[in-house]
């Protein structure tokens, strides 16, 4: 069965700091991997991760796939109250023309 | 551009009723899916379509019921409505890379839906 598992599912920091998001994905026929901030509604895209080892980079946000490992991180630096909202990754699948999301990790950036 | 629309934004039913939630897009995508989001479990995907006349069960379909007699539109229907179908619902549409798989997803806005 296809699955991706985010950790942590729930994080707590003070404005300022470095945060680092995980996302480990085991499915079938893999594509790519996606990037979604949730705040009170609905998700919007941040990252598409196709190639291992590419870092992708939006102002304070960065991501990186690593194909081996089967899996990928999101930093955000230098952290805003603005960011707190729940991220999510997906993994888009080749041939079952889906995306599997994780559980999702809810970020409180405290001012 | 509209983006992809949803209505209702919220919607009260009883056990038992049916209801259909609307979704539209107008970015011509070929791939509309459907997921619920329920607290601590991400999304869920219900149902898919790659195409207009093609639709396809998702993870959670049970009690869902959808059709794409067009490109834009993507109505999901729920059939005799349960207190377990409470959730948000979401559309979402995107292009297709190559063989078939949807990348970058944009999402309506919601549905939250309470069954009594």
């Known amino acids: 069965e296809d699955k991706v598992v985010q950790s942590p599912l729930s994080l707590v920091v003070h404005e300022g700091d470095t945060v680092t998001l995980n996302c480990s994905y085991e499915v079938t026929n893999f594509r790519s991997l996606l990037w979604y901030k949730q705040e009170k509604k609905a998700p919007t895209f941040l990252f598409m991760l196709?190639?291992?080892?590419i870092e992708k980079k939006s102002g304070r946000l960065s991501s990186i796939l690593d194909k081996k490992e089967l899996s990928s991180i999101l930093n955000i630096t230098a952290t805003q109250t603005g960011d707190s909202a729940i991220y999510l990754c997906?993994?888009?699948?080749?041939?079952?023309?889906?995306?599997?999301f994780g559980q999702g990790t809810r970020l409180t950036i405290n001012p | 551009n509209a983006g992809v629309t949803q209505t209702p934004k919220f919607q009260v039913l009883k056990t038992g009723q049916s209801m259909t939630l609307q979704c539209a897009q107008d970015?011509?995508?070929?791939?509309m899916s459907w997921y619920r989001q329920d607290p601590g479990m991400g999304l869920r995907l219900i149902h898919y379509s790659v195409g207009a006349g093609i639709t396809d069960q998702g993870e959670v379909p049970n009690g869902y019921n959808v059709s794409r007699s067009t490109t834009e539109d993507f109505p999901l229907r729920l059939l005799s409505a349960a207190p377990s179908q409470t959730s948000v619902y979401f559309c979402?549409?995107?292009?297709?890379?190559?063989?078939?798989?949807?990348?970058?997803?944009?999402f309506g806005p919601g549905t939250r839906l309470t069954v009594t």
């Open positions: 979402a549409s995107s292009g297709l890379i190559g063989p078939g798989a949807p990348y970058e997803q944009y």
């Open positions: 970015m011509n995508h070929e791939y």
């Open positions: 196709t190639s291992s080892g």
């Open positions: 997906a993994a888009s699948i080749q041939g079952a023309q889906k995306l599997v």
